[in-house]
């Protein structure tokens, strides 16, 4: 009985482990990150992956963040969010406008600019799949604030 427990135990932690979102701080004077993601990071049907980045910048900023998406079967419809907000206990305020993609490529790059400065410190892209039962791959991210 406690095998199949810690069994239980075992697949739930790796599953939990699959579903992870990303999420990374910018350190120092560093003002820009990227990386790529891997054959898991797959968003399927009604499904929203988050990616948080933290900027402990003291001077109002900019943002700038491009993704690029590949579709992985049919023609599934994604958007894309930029949220952003001062403090951890603070309440995510929008940044711009959604941004929706239709997979009808085999795949594409997003860009959401902000050119107003605010004084957020954490930022979370949010990508949302529609209901249909098509998969979109999330393949590239790349976050960079400015001062202005």
């Given at each position: 009985?406690k095998?199949i427990?810690?069994?239980?135990m075992?697949?739930v932690?790796v599953i939990?482990?699959q579903a992870?979102?990303?999420?990374?701080?910018?350190?120092?004077d560093?003002?820009?990150?990227?990386?790529s993601?891997?054959?898991?990071?797959?968003?399927?049907?009604?499904e929203?992956y988050?990616i948080?980045?933290?900027?402990?910048?003291a001077?109002?900023?900019?943002?700038?963040m491009?993704i690029k998406?590949d579709?992985?079967?049919?023609?599934p419809?994604?958007s894309?969010?930029?949220?952003g907000?001062?403090f951890?206990s603070?309440?995510?305020?929008?940044?711009g406008?959604?941004?929706?993609?239709t997979g009808t490529?085999?795949?594409?790059?997003i860009h959401?600019l902000n050119?107003?400065?605010?004084?957020?410190?954490?930022?979370?892209?949010?990508?949302?799949?529609?209901?249909?039962v098509q998969?979109v791959?999330?393949e590239?991210?790349?976050?960079f604030?400015?001062?202005e």
């Open positions: 009985m095998k427990i810690l069994l239980l075992l697949s932690f939990g482990l992870q979102d990303k999420s990374v701080k910018l350190r120092g560093n003002t820009y990150t990227s990386f993601f891997d054959d898991g990071d797959i968003i399927n049907a009604s929203t988050s948080e980045v933290t900027a402990n910048k001077t109002p900023l900019t943002q700038s491009r998406l579709s992985i079967s049919g023609t419809t994604v894309v969010d930029l949220w907000k001062p951890d603070d309440i995510y305020e929008k940044i406008s959604t941004v929706s993609w490529t085999a795949d594409t790059t959401v050119a107003t400065a605010n004084r957020f410190r954490i930022f979370k892209t949010l990508i949302t799949s529609d209901a249909n998969n791959a999330i590239e991210f790349e976050f604030v400015r001062q």
